[in-house]
């Protein structure tokens, strides 16, 4: 819903992770994803200690585990936007995220929890840096040469 935040969390060498905080408007405590000790649902292998173990574990306890993941492979890199879909009929209800250095776009259901593939890899000639949609429901993208590409899903 239009109250609904979506946080599209970069990692750090093997996982991108695609978040949602429902009705961020009336949060009472700040939402904890488990960085640095998580990457996606796994052991990120972080050996510094910021904290004291007893914080550690009790931020842990409360870590709010990603809605999708996707690792580093197959040329994927780094996750981009994170916009929630309201005036697309056809795809109302989705979250939409990208990977930076192939294009690939995912149509995440909030509800379900499934992704589905919506543009493949190579799709889009440049790099992803951001994905909109406007008020007339056209999915828009930008790229790394500065384009605005409008997309057409299936």
């Known amino acids: 819903s239009g109250n609904d935040l979506i946080i599209p969390d970069v990692g750090n060498i093997h ?11 009336s949060l009472k405590e700040t939402p904890f994803y488990g960085w640095p000790w998580k990457e996606g649902y796994f052991d990120a292998n972080y ?17 709010i585990e990603p809605l999708y993941t ?5 040329g994927y890199c780094a996750i981009i936007g994170g916009v ?4 697309n009929l056809a795809w109302e ?3 939409l995220v990208g990977d930076f250095c192939t294009g690939t776009i995912w149509a995440i259901e909030q509800d379900s929890k499934r992704a589905y593939k919506v543009l493949d890899t190579g799709e889009i ?10 008020v007339n429901g056209e999915i ?4 790394t040469n500065g384009d605005i590409i409008r997309v057409f899903f299936p």
């Open 84 to 87: 929630h879909v309201e005036n």
């Open 70 to 74: 996707f690792p580093h492979s197959d």
């Open 15 to 25: 996982w991108e992770e695609f978040n949602v905080i429902e009705d961020y408007k």
């Open 47 to 63: 050996t510094n200690k910021p904290v004291d173990d007893e914080t550690k574990d009790s931020l842990l306890s409360r870590a």
């Open 125 to 134: 000639p440049f790099q992803l840096t951001t994905i909109y949609e406007d």
């Open 140 to 143: 828009l993208v930008g790229t």
């Open 93 to 95: 209800g989705f979250g």
